[in-house]
């Protein structure tokens, strides 16, 4: 399988165009992930880096996760992988770690993410606050933020499978 990636169209509207991107980025890291092994998926960058193709998809699953059920609609919506004595367990991988179900989980909030946009205007303001800051946001400003998060993790996910297998591309 082959993962198709499309840019949104250079005339788009403003909310085509931030779903297009986010949804661009989204299939990046799903593609610098395809063919690979869990064994491979599980190979950090690095040492002594945990920095893994598995983690971050882990880690982008919380943060679709954040962002759109908590901050957003203000979903009551626990961490999957973190808890507050390993607050980045998003990246810490056993053997018994799978590609499926983090991929799966992954899948699953980004279509939850996706149903909490749709109820949202670009200029609406979250019903959530961030856990941190209390801060409130528009959606236009999570689709940026997510955009930008997930295009500097994929910066992360080409060195990382270059280093894997020696794949390259954007």
């Not at 399988?1 to 949104?8: A, N, V």
């Not at 992930?33 to 064994?39: P, R, V």
Request: glycine share 8%; charged share 30%; hydrophobic share 35%.
């Amino acid at each position: 399988m082959t993962t198709e990636r499309l840019e949104p169209a250079p005339t788009a509207d403003e909310r085509t165009m931030l779903e297009g991107w986010l949804d661009y980025h989204r299939l990046t890291l799903a593609w610098k992930c395809e063919g690979l092994t869990d064994a491979e998926l599980r190979t950090a960058s690095v040492e002594p880096s945990e920095l893994t193709l598995m983690g971050l998809v882990r880690h982008m699953a919380e943060v679709e996760r954040s962002w759109f059920r908590r901050v957003l609609a203000a979903e009551d919506a626990g961490p999957i992988y973190f808890t507050e004595e390993d607050r980045d367990g998003d990246f810490h991988l056993s053997e018994t770690d799978t590609w499926e179900e983090a991929y799966a989980t992954w899948q699953a909030e980004i279509e939850s993410a996706r149903g909490n946009a749709a109820r949202f205007g670009l200029d609406d303001i979250s019903e959530g606050k961030h856990l941190r800051t209390g801060q409130r946001f528009n959606l236009r400003w999570i689709y940026t933020h997510m955009i930008e998060e997930y295009a500097r993790h994929n910066g992360h996910a080409d060195m990382i499978r270059e280093r894997i297998d020696g794949a390259i591309g954007d």
